[in-house]
């Protein structure tokens, strides 16, 4: 049973310490890359417009920032600049419940939880066993580097792009967002032979 155990744990930590090495790749940090941000970027867009889109509430539309016209009649919040500005102000905050799952490959690297490794390596200390690895273990539920700069593309992508997500906003939703957004906008004329990786990307959308 001690065995078993210490080969658990030994394999565990060889998965953490492993699982993004490829050969030739001799980094322990791998960043996200344009696509990826943008797919989770999207993603979190969406779900934030979703949220706040089954709402009946009225926004009167005598604020100064709308319009100084007190007479104009109240606008809808699901159509409002309000809204708008909600979202894209907070969608990259929300990229700050992500978390690494070193054991998945691809884009599929970053979800929401707890990874499969360290939930296993944590149920394993909560039962006593000793478990030795080169992160200590108060920073096990650190923010990795990975999603920090995940988060940290975000808010570049952002504000770079606010412009294009507004003119989806006012008048294109009937189109995907990943695909306005990300294929049309943020990824045009990227070098065509990198477009079946972007596919695998966006295709864990579906």
């Given amino acids: 049973m001690v065995l078993f155990t210490c080969l658990t744990?030994?394999?565990l930590s060889a998965?953490?310490?492993?699982?993004?090495?490829?050969e030739g790749d001799d980094e322990w940090v791998h960043l996200p890359n344009k696509c990826e941000v943008c797919k989770f970027v999207s993603i979190e867009m969406k779900s934030a417009f979703e949220e706040t889109g089954n709402t009946k509430?009225?926004?009167?539309?005598?604020?100064?920032f709308l319009d100084d016209n007190k007479g104009a009649p109240p606008i809808k919040y699901v159509k409002s600049d309000?809204?708008?500005?909600?979202?894209?102000?907070?969608?990259?905050?929300?990229?700050?419940?992500y978390n690494l799952h070193k054991e998945r490959?691809?884009?599929?690297?970053f979800a929401k939880g707890m990874s499969e490794t360290?939930?296993?390596?944590?149920?394993?200390?909560?039962k006593g066993v000793k478990v030795v690895m080169d992160i200590p273990y108060e920073l096990?539920?650190?923010?990795?580097?990975?999603?920090?700069?995940?988060?940290?593309?975000?808010?570049?992508m952002v504000e770079k792009y606010e412009e294009v997500i507004e003119d989806w906003y006012k008048g294109s939703q009937e189109e995907d967002?990943?695909?306005?957004l990300c294929e049309k906008h943020v990824l045009k004329g990227q070098d065509t032979g990198n477009t079946h990786t972007h596919r695998d990307t966006f295709s864990t959308l579906t």
């Fill in 9 to 11: 744990v030994f394999l």
């Fill in 15 to 22: 998965l953490v310490e492993g699982a993004e090495k490829k």
């Fill in 57 to 64: 509430e009225l926004i009167k539309r005598n604020y100064r």
């Fill in 82 to 97: 309000i809204r708008f500005i909600e979202v894209v102000e907070n969608v990259c905050q929300r990229l700050s419940g």
């Fill in 105 to 109: 490959e691809g884009s599929n690297r």
């Fill in 118 to 126: 360290f939930s296993t390596l944590h149920g394993l200390v909560h």
């Fill in 140 to 156: 096990w539920n650190e923010t990795s580097a990975e999603v920090a700069d995940l988060k940290k593309q975000c808010d570049v």
């Fill in 177 to 180: 967002l990943t695909t306005y």
